[in-house]
């Protein structure tokens, strides 16, 4: 079976974090044992110098999975204007030492990692139309399953929250339908959701997994939506499966599954829900 288990945490606005809660989700990443964990942004509260380190130590404890991130709106200094407009991500680029942007290969699974934020804005995000061409000319044909990771969410559960979408959006998602992207993960609203992209999107030809993922660690909850992340299982085997399983913290920082979701390609590479589960607690 090709198989490939990500899990995709988002928003730990470190800094923000409770006692109790790093250890809490720090036990269930170790039992899940993901290939990679993919962190969308918002990593710190601050971009301030020791919560960027305070992140680097919990990833540090982790164990053998990969960590690749992104940044968020919060990860360039709101203070510091010099370096707000110079060294936009200066604190980022120390901790990870990665590329902005870039494309992760495991197996038959591509992940392309995007950044959405600008050192202009201080919340929203857009993408230049020129900067996606750029990022999706490299042809991995051999990837059979796509996904596109990035801060800024591209659909939202609450009306209130559609002014924090993806700037754009309706531009960028053609060019995702476009160059086949399977499915697109972000952040930043910290209210869990998925859906597929024709509810929002009605007029791309094919239909497109959009999820967005809770706070994972942050005391900056809304209400309903608990610290979270979601596990994110791909296989590749004849009909491409995606499985969605959402992990809700508990009253005794446990992580445990609250919702699974499950999704199929077919021959128009289109993704259909096959079903979802709440599961009882």
Same mark, same amino acid.
């Given at each position: 079976m090709s198989l490939v288990r990500v899990v995709h945490l988002s928003d730990p606005h470190?800094? @923000?974090?409770?006692?109790?809660?790093g250890d809490g989700l720090l036990n269930t990443l170790r039992e899940i044992e993901p290939a990679l964990i993919l962190l969308t942004g918002d990593i710190t509260q601050r971009a301030r110098a020791d919560q960027f380190k305070a992140a680097k130590h919990f990833i540090d404890q982790i164990g053998s999975a990969a960590v690749i991130a992104v940044p968020g709106n919060h990860d360039i200094s709101l203070g510091n204007i010099y370096e707000r407009i110079f060294h936009p991500y200066k604190g980022y680029e120390n901790i990870f030492k990665q590329k902005l942007d870039q494309n992760i290969i495991l197996k038959d699974l591509?992940?392309?990692?995007?950044?959405?934020?600008? $050192?202009?804005?201080?919340?929203?995000?857009?993408?230049?139309?020129?900067?996606?061409e750029e990022q999706f000319q490299e042809n991995y044909s051999n990837c059979k399953v796509r996904i596109a990771a990035f801060h800024h969410? #591209?659909?939202?559960?609450?009306?209130?929250?559609?002014?924090?979408?993806?700037?754009?959006?309706?531009?960028?998602?053609a060019l995702f339908d476009r160059?086949?992207?399977?499915?697109?993960?972000?952040?930043?609203?910290?209210?869990?959701?998925?859906?597929?992209?024709?509810? $929002?999107?009605p007029h791309i030809r094919r239909k497109?997994?959009?999820?967005?993922?809770? @706070?994972? #660690?942050?005391?900056?909850? $809304?209400?309903?939506?608990?610290?979270?992340?979601?596990?994110?299982?791909?296989?590749?085997?004849?009909?491409?499966?995606i499985t969605l399983t959402r992990f809700d913290m508990d009253s005794t920082f446990h992580f445990k599954p609250k919702e699974i979701h499950y999704f199929s390609r077919d021959s128009t590479l289109s993704w259909n829900r096959d079903s979802s589960l709440i599961v009882s607690t």
């Open positions: 470190f800094g @923000t974090i409770h006692m109790g809660v591509c992940i392309t990692c995007l950044n959405s934020t600008s $050192r202009w804005r201080h919340i929203q995000g857009e993408f230049q139309y020129s900067y996606l969410p #591209m659909d939202c559960a609450k009306y209130i929250d559609d002014k924090n979408l993806l700037k754009g959006r309706d531009s960028a998602i160059h086949n992207v399977d499915m697109i993960v972000g952040g930043h609203i910290h209210d869990p959701y998925v859906n597929l992209s024709s509810a $929002r999107y497109i997994i959009l999820s967005v993922a809770g @706070t994972c #660690m942050s005391s900056r909850t $809304r209400a309903g939506a608990p610290n979270s992340f979601n596990l994110i299982d791909v296989n590749t085997d004849f009909i491409p499966k």
